[in-house]
């Protein structure tokens, strides 16, 4: 395997927790600079030059959150990310308040980082009513969380900084179906996988927080599917990958302290970018929301 990260200097215990994604969605409100209401945020330390696509996905839904009521959740949210955020500094948020409706109202979020703009999102909030049910069902036969390895696990011996992030550093346990793609694709190319999900620790009992903790963590693996169909991993040099739209969204409430099952498939793959499509299932079978994310995939991908 081609070493890509350097050395790294282990510690004789980890004590796995979800504090990096808490403390990722932390805001301080500022003074506006551009739209209506402005805050500030920290991504998330890495070990990479880039910060964590999910990072700005889930601070810009905190900060949409921080303007509207009590009474509203967010129901769904689409965004373009720019450019890269650099982990080492702040990002500010600015959120423009375009609609306040009885049922409905609408927030637009542009992050910006060394003055240059990072993303740009809209999201959409629903006062609860009640409405017909309908959903796709979960997936039958999926195994049970509780007989995967962790990530931890499925990558023990390995020593990268990359290897401790992935195994402790991302907040929440992930135990892939039918196996990661860390360093290798293990069985068939199949353009599908599943991930069980579920944050290290219990989290506050808000519901739009679970949606920002959902939309956090849907960014880390939606576009495996296309890499496994390839064959490819992660660890693969010369592998290059950019999240570069996003569309999430919420259709029921759930928790991301509890086990979710997360069912992605590769929709096309062409010109150096790829469509992946996502659902989170509540161990129930509920379905709670649906995701679709295009990407930049270059290298190992011709």
Not at 92 to 119: H, W
Not at 136 to 143: D, K
């Amino acid at each position: 395997m081609t070493r890509l990260w350097l050395d790294f200097e282990g510690h004789d215990s980890v004590t796995d927790t979800s504090a990096s994604f808490l403390k990722a969605i932390e805001l301080t409100e500022t003074d506006a600079e551009v739209l209506d209401q402005a805050f500030l945020a920290r991504p998330q330390p890495v070990p990479w030059a880039k910060a964590y696509g999910g990072d700005i996905v889930a601070q810009a839904a905190a900060a949409a959150v921080r303007t509207i009521g009590a009474d509203r959740v967010i129901h769904s949210m689409h965004g373009y990310f720019m450019r890269p955020a650099d982990p080492a500094d702040p990002v500010r948020y600015e959120v423009e308040l375009l609609r306040e409706g009885r049922s409905f109202a609408t927030r637009a979020v542009r992050a910006y980082q060394y003055g240059k703009p990072i993303f740009v999102g809209a999201m959409s909030f629903q006062a609860a009513e009640d409405g017909p049910e309908l959903s796709m069902p979960m997936p039958e036969g999926v195994p049970d969380p509780d007989s995967l390895p962790s990530s931890a696990q499925a990558l023990a011996g390995v020593r990268s900084p990359a290897a401790e992030y992935w195994s402790h550093g991302r907040s929440f346990d992930m135990r892939h179906v039918p196996s990661p793609v860390y360093l290798r694709v293990e069985g068939e190319s199949v353009p599908h996988q599943a991930v069980w999900v579920k944050a290290f620790d219990e989290l506050p009992d808000d519901e739009n927080l679970h949606r920002v903790a959902l939309a956090y963590v849907c960014d880390y693996t939606i576009l495996e599917p296309i890499l496994r169909a390839h064959g490819f991993a992660w660890g693969d040099a010369g592998l290059v990958t950019a999240s570069l739209d996003h569309s999430l969204w919420f259709h029921r409430p759930g928790r991301m302290d509890r086990w979710v099952l997360y069912v992605q498939e590769a929709v096309s793959a062409q010109g150096g970018r790829g469509l992946a499509q996502g659902r989170f299932y509540a161990r129930s079978g509920t379905l709670l929301a649906t995701v679709a994310q295009e990407g930049m995939i270059r290298g190992a991908i011709s």
